[in-house]
């Protein structure tokens, strides 16, 4: 299979990528940063080993991919949110500096609180979550709860037993891509923390039974400018992404537009 064209749609717009140079995916042409990532992960050194430039480098590599994962963060959202959509935070009394532990609290939680809803152990809660380091360096997180019926507080907080709970609801934002952005935009400081320590972790966490974003792949000499009228465009820029032809790595320009969707 080889594309020209990358399309994304969520429920509130659309994506487009048009690459210069087409991508042969059985030639495994196209370079995909997190497999980049991956495989230097099993070879590399540690960052105290590497030169000033060589920790430069490596830095901005994860910077990328935690941002990468703040774009997949909000299509998810704009995939799932509806008007039952709470905005859960949880916090600890004791300073849990370890994020193992910490992930082992949570997600004891999640099951207690799926059980308490459904009354089953099988998971049907639907929620992305987003750790997030406090001042005194403490794990806390927030969770984005979809399709979410109403649960007393002081339940939540025997459910919880580890501290505070705080919670909201965003039926205010009538527009999934407003919620989307504004999620993200709470959540991204949690995503982008703590770079080197987040390393092989997850930007964040979601459950399995969650609408994921359509995507498709196409060749084509269509002109994607002449379908498109101008008010509809949210944002567009171009960039250079890489791609391997005939054994070297080599620049491939990528026109970017988003497009809002006209639900009427």
Known sequence: MSYNRKIIRTSSYIEIWEYQSPIFSSDN?????????????????????????EQDERLKRISKNRKNSKWKLQRL?????????????????????????????????????NYYIYHSKKRQLKYIAVLERQKRGAWHVHILLFNFPFVPHSSLLKLWGHGAVRINK????????????YVAKYMEK???????????KKAFYSSRNLNKPEELKLLTNENVADL????MILYETSYKSKIFKDGRLLDNEVQYRKIKIDKE
């Open 29 to 53: 042409t196209e370079v995909d940063t997190n497999q980049i990532i991956l495989k230097e992960k099993q070879k590399r050194r540690k960052f105290d080993e590497l030169t000033p430039d």
């Open 77 to 113: 959202i704009d995939c799932n949110y509806d008007n039952k959509t709470s905005f859960l935070t949880l916090t600890t009394k004791a300073n849990i500096k370890d994020r193992t532990e910490f992930n082992i609290m949570f997600d004891k939680f999640i099951k207690k609180l």
């Open 170 to 181: 965003l039926d205010s934002l009538d527009d999934s891509s407003n919620a989307g952005r």
């Open 190 to 200: 949690g995503i982008g923390q703590e770079l080197l320590e987040s390393l092989g």
């Open 228 to 231: 498109i009228k101008d008010e």
